[in-house]
């Protein structure tokens, strides 16, 4: 049996205004066709199809055209709902999604048969313990929260997830192929580098472990973690990562879909399938004196560009971001980075600096009070962080 395992699609994504929609319709439509040279028996997609819980109508064009082709292939699927995914409006269409064979599990259920899809191939019987995108807050409720310190919260997460996932190994059937497939972040997991401070995320971010994973799973099928990496090889356990390079962070990465290879009771093999599509992001940086000449490098260019502009103390400037985005049509985003003593030569008040939050308050407190303390940058970090979790911006 071969069964080929994608995720984190993000459809509706926009990168700095940027619609990387169609991009990732042409990528959906490239793995499509993987499915059918490849001889794909059936399809996973472990969650995050769109970008927000309110896609665009291209958005959702883009997923349901994926759908419908791997219908006309006749090849079934099994799907999850992600973080960014809206789970009751998935599950609303769920019903829809059965009649072009996706069998869609968008909220985790106490009836472990809700969470169970079974697909008959031609080449044997696949059986999917899958476990949609759970957040912690739903989890552990929050009137105990106030009296737990950070550790028991977490230890608490990975105790309800591990109980899930035991459940689910129980439904898997001798004789069949036996897979688990969930979206969450896993100890060990390398991120992309980001935009952001990823790596403080990772640290403060509800974990599992591969060790709390079914051994009778032959293939574990993971979404969340965008950069595509092979976790553990008993059980066998993957991220594939998302389908195009989504934001700065991830630029230069290369995408792909996992196929496994796989029969009943024997260990399965995981081949990766390279994706093509979706444009090149890059980040360049130029000195604010001195932008020309290291641009060079973007003549010709055909991806996505952010240029980040160092500027010296004393150095004006005014008028840089529309010079830059005027010469070169690939870039998107211009950043002005202020280092220590340097926080004068931020764009005056009242105009978009293009600095991250933390490059704000950093520039600010060096204007008023000097170097700022690191103790309270990293208090600052985790508000901010908290901030970010409670909307929901996660990975
Ligand atoms: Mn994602």
Redesign the pocket.
Known sequence: MRVLHT??F?AGKTLRGYDRTPEIREALQEIAGLARTEKADAVLVA??LFDGVNPSAEAEAAVFEFFLRLKEQGIPSVVIA???DSASRLHSISGLLTWVGAGVVAQPSSDPGQMMRHVDTANGRLVVGALPYLSERRLIKAAELQHMDVGAWRQKYREGMEQFLRVLGSQFEAGAVNMLML?ATFDGAVVSGSERDVRFDLEHHYTLNTQQLSPGAQYVAL????KPQQLSSAPLTAYSG?IIQ?DFGEGGEKKQVNLVEVVAGRPAQLHVLPLVSGKELRTVQVDADNWQGKLGELQGFTGLAKVVVRAQMGTSVVGIKDQIVAAYSSVIAVELQATAGDAQAILPPGQDSGLSLEEQYRAYYLSKRGEVPPELLEAFRRTDLHVRQARGE??
Not at 223 to 226: L, S
């Open positions: 995720a984190d993000h969650g995050d992600g973080n960014h979206h979404g969340h973690i965008h998302s989504l996660n990975l």
